[in-house]
């Protein structure tokens, strides 16, 4: 939900409470707003309906700072021409047909009109070749087939048919232990049943990312009958080496499992795991390090057990036109050993 949408929300909750009282003083008490408000808002709500409820911005548009209406359409004819290029290469080639304008002025008028990245200005030209049924010129052909390329290689959504079909793992730094030193949890998700396994440990090496692997991940499929066929790591040097060497590598190899790496300097690549994180961090580990001041490793294992026996187990609730593999709760099994077990809603 995007703040514009939780504004809008949090004025509609305003009408309806309104409403259900019957009494327009105690619900503006209530949201803490005046009456005057709530009439501003209700006015625009039955003038314009939800459209009415958005926020606007007090903010005018100088129109004299802007560029001549003719350079403007120059600027949105090169992002039509030749979508591929960029704000400096389209302020030069601009410059060349005797169009004066710096590419700080060619982004301004892309944000403007929402051509600011290259798959917005190929969304441009996609829908305008559609509108007139014009011929593609060669720049845009080049352009159009490299967009393609890159969504075949590196995909914006993960495609995963079914459990075990893609696993994700990662790394995250814990934080520091007196006496212990830096302690690090490796994670791995299933990216289609969204089922986690979590381990904690004192260092960031191959053999500890295998040993997730090898502890908990692969005996849990193999119970369910569910065979594990691809991982998704980063390029870190505890996945990444050479095939003969690296123990990582060769586990996966030992185990018939293709490995697959993110894309370089793109973290959003694996976006799964770094929410698994977030969550983790946010409910267990912030939570846990403010109650008790640990020393070491087992005194944190006894916690971790305790607190696992008062969390309920709460179930993944799938769309009903989707079948419900067997992997269907979303678990954190930390290791030592114990289970943690909490709402799969906040992981997606």
Same mark, same amino acid.
């Given at each position: 939900?995007?703040?514009?949408?939780?504004?809008? %929300?949090?004025?509609?909750?305003?009408?309806?409470?309104?409403?259900?009282?019957?009494?327009?003083?105690?619900?503006?008490?209530?949201?803490?707003?005046?009456?005057?408000?709530?009439?501003?808002?209700r006015t625009?709500?039955? +003038?314009?309906?939800?459209?009415?409820?958005?926020?606007?911005?007090?903010?005018?548009?100088?129109?004299?700072? %802007?560029?001549?209406?003719?350079?403007?359409? =120059?600027?949105?004819?090169?992002?039509?021409?030749?979508?591929?290029? &960029?704000?400096?290469?389209?302020?030069?080639?601009?410059?060349?047909?005797?169009?004066?304008?710096?590419? &700080?002025?060619?982004?301004?008028?892309?944000?403007?009109?929402? @051509?600011?990245?290259?798959?917005?200005?190929?969304?441009?030209?996609?829908?305008?070749?559609?509108?007139?049924g014009i011929?593609? /010129?060669?720049?845009?052909?080049?352009?159009? +087939?490299?967009?393609?390329?890159?969504?075949?290689?590196? #995909?914006? +959504?993960? +495609?995963?048919?079914?459990?075990?079909?893609?696993?994700?793992?990662?790394?995250?730094?814990?934080?520091?232990?007196?006496?212990?030193?830096?302690?690090?949890?490796?994670? $791995?998700?299933?990216?289609?049943?969204?089922?986690?396994?979590?381990?904690?440990?004192?260092?960031?090496?191959? $053999? /500890?990312?295998?040993?997730?692997?090898?502890?908990?991940? @692969?005996?849990?499929?193999?119970?369910?009958?569910?065979? $594990? @066929?691809?991982?998704? /790591?980063?390029?870190?040097?505890?996945?990444?080496?050479?095939?003969?060497?690296? #123990?990582?590598?060769?586990?996966?190899?030992?185990?018939?499992?293709?490995?697959?790496?993110?894309? =370089?300097?793109?973290?959003? /690549?694996?976006?799964?795991?770094?929410?698994?994180?977030?969550?983790?961090?946010?409910?267990?580990?912030?939570?846990?390090?403010?109650?008790?001041?640990?020393?070491?490793?087992? !005194?944190?294992?006894?916690?971790?057990?305790?607190?696992?026996?008062?969390?309920?187990?709460?179930?993944?609730?799938? =769309?009903?036109? !989707?079948?419900?593999?067997?992997?269907?709760?979303?678990?954190? @099994?930390?290791?030592? #050993?114990?289970?943690?077990q909490y709402? #799969?809603?906040?992981?997606?």
């Open positions: 939900m995007t703040t514009q949408e939780k504004l809008i %929300r949090k004025k509609q909750s305003l009408l309806e409470l309104a409403e259900y009282l019957q009494n327009v003083s105690q619900a503006c008490k209530i949201h803490g707003v005046s009456r005057q408000h709530f009439y501003d808002i625009a709500y039955e +003038e314009q309906g939800l459209e009415g409820l958005k926020e606007k911005t007090r903010r005018k548009p100088c129109v004299k700072n %802007r560029v001549a209406p003719e350079v403007e359409e =120059a600027v949105l004819n090169m992002a039509y021409e030749y979508p591929a290029y &960029g704000q400096a290469r389209a302020s030069n080639e601009l410059r060349k047909r005797g169009v004066l304008i710096s590419g &700080g002025g060619v982004r301004s008028i892309w944000l403007r009109h929402g @051509l600011e990245t290259f798959k917005k200005r190929l969304e441009f030209l996609e829908k305008k070749a559609a509108q007139e011929v593609y /010129t060669e720049a845009q052909l080049v352009a159009l +087939e490299a967009a393609k390329r890159e969504r075949e290689f590196h #995909p914006d +959504e993960i +495609e995963t048919e079914h459990p075990g079909y893609l696993l994700s793992q990662d790394t995250f730094y814990v934080g520091y232990l007196k006496g212990v030193g830096r302690i690090y949890q490796q994670t $791995v998700v299933d990216t289609h049943s969204s089922v986690a396994f979590g381990k904690v440990y004192a260092a960031k090496v191959p $053999v /500890t990312a295998a040993d997730l692997l090898n502890d908990r991940v @692969l005996p849990f499929f193999e119970q369910q009958g569910v065979p $594990v @066929l691809r991982m998704l /790591t980063d390029r870190g040097t505890e996945f990444c080496g050479a095939a003969d060497k690296h #123990p990582y590598e060769l586990f996966l190899q030992l185990n018939e499992i293709e490995h697959t790496r993110t894309k =370089a300097k793109s973290p959003q /690549t694996n976006g799964i795991c770094e929410r698994a994180h977030q969550t983790v961090l946010n409910e267990f580990y912030r939570v846990a390090f403010r109650k008790k001041v640990y020393s070491d490793l087992d !005194t944190k294992r006894v916690y971790q057990r305790n607190n696992s026996r008062r969390r309920k187990e709460i179930t993944d609730s799938s =769309a009903p036109d !989707t079948p419900k593999p067997q992997l269907k709760s979303l678990k954190l @099994l930390l290791d030592f #050993p114990l289970q943690l709402n #799969p809603l906040k992981m997606l």
